[in-house]
């Protein structure tokens, strides 16, 4: 390598690394994905949804702007049988409506604040369903970021006819 290409080489991993620590510096040192996982749990009968349990859901404000539940089909589409949205928009756009990660939103129910766009069709042991929450998470310096959280799950029948809620991982659903 000549003495040339060693400088060129040097000063662009120097822009490269300050570069990364302005980009550390600028989200708090978070590394805070846009997509991640939702949760995904039992109450009753029905799933019940929730925000990840990380540390920036839980120290930052997060801005409920719905859910969306569809059922996957085999033929690769995937028809939304339940979603709720925000009723109400600040004048930046984003919702008034607050959700913590300790509270779920039961498949079907309509927290306050929200309205139904399509109604909770029935759900079905051993179909593969998804759910996608967004619920930006605004960092106090003012600017939202994160959003989509995303998961898949399935019903199951017990033995004594109950339904046990399942996140899906992979294969058939059971």
Same mark, same amino acid.
């Given at each position: 390598?000549?003495? $040339?290409?060693?400088?060129?080489?040097?000063?662009? %991993?120097?822009?490269?690394?300050?570069?990364?620590?302005?980009?550390?510096?600028?989200?708090?040192?978070? %590394?805070?994905?846009?997509?991640?996982?939702?949760?995904? /749990?039992?109450?009753?009968?029905?799933?019940?949804?929730?925000? #990840?349990? /990380?540390? @920036?859901?839980? *120290?930052?404000?997060?801005?409920?702007?719905?859910?969306? $539940?569809?059922?996957?089909?085999?033929?690769?589409? @995937?028809?939304?049988?339940?979603?709720?949205? !925000?009723?109400?928009?600040?004048?930046?756009?984003?919702?008034?409506?607050?959700?913590? #990660?300790?509270?779920?939103? &039961?498949?079907?129910? $309509?927290?306050?604040?929200?309205?139904?766009?399509?109604?909770?069709?029935?759900? *079905? %042991?051993? $179909?593969?369903?998804?759910?996608?929450?967004?619920?930006?998470? !605004?960092?106090?310096?003012?600017? #939202?970021?994160?959003?989509?959280?995303?998961?898949?799950?399935?019903?199951?029948?017990? &033995?004594?006819?109950?339904?046990?809620? *399942?996140?899906?991982?992979?294969?058939?659903?059971?």
């Amino acid at each position: 390598m000549s003495a $040339v290409t060693s400088v060129v080489v040097g000063r662009r %991993s120097r822009y490269s690394f300050i570069a990364l620590l302005f980009l550390l510096w600028a989200s708090n040192g978070s %590394s805070y994905s846009g997509i991640s996982v939702a949760r995904v /749990r039992q109450a009753g009968d029905v799933p019940c949804f929730a925000i #990840p349990d /990380r540390s @920036e859901t839980r *120290k930052y404000a997060n801005r409920f702007s719905g859910i969306k $539940v569809y059922r996957v089909e085999l033929s690769s589409k @995937e028809a939304i049988i339940w979603e709720i949205e !925000t009723m109400r928009r600040t004048p930046k756009g984003y919702s008034d409506v607050f959700i913590t #990660p300790e509270q779920c939103v &039961a498949y079907g129910s $309509v927290p306050e604040g929200m309205a139904t766009v399509t109604v909770a069709q029935p759900l *079905k %042991s051993g $179909v593969l369903y998804r759910v996608h929450i967004s619920a930006s998470t !605004t960092h106090p310096r003012g600017s #939202p970021f994160g959003g989509s959280h995303h998961n898949a799950f399935c019903l199951v029948k017990t &033995a004594d006819r109950g339904i046990l809620v *399942k996140e899906y991982d992979e294969g058939p659903c059971p």
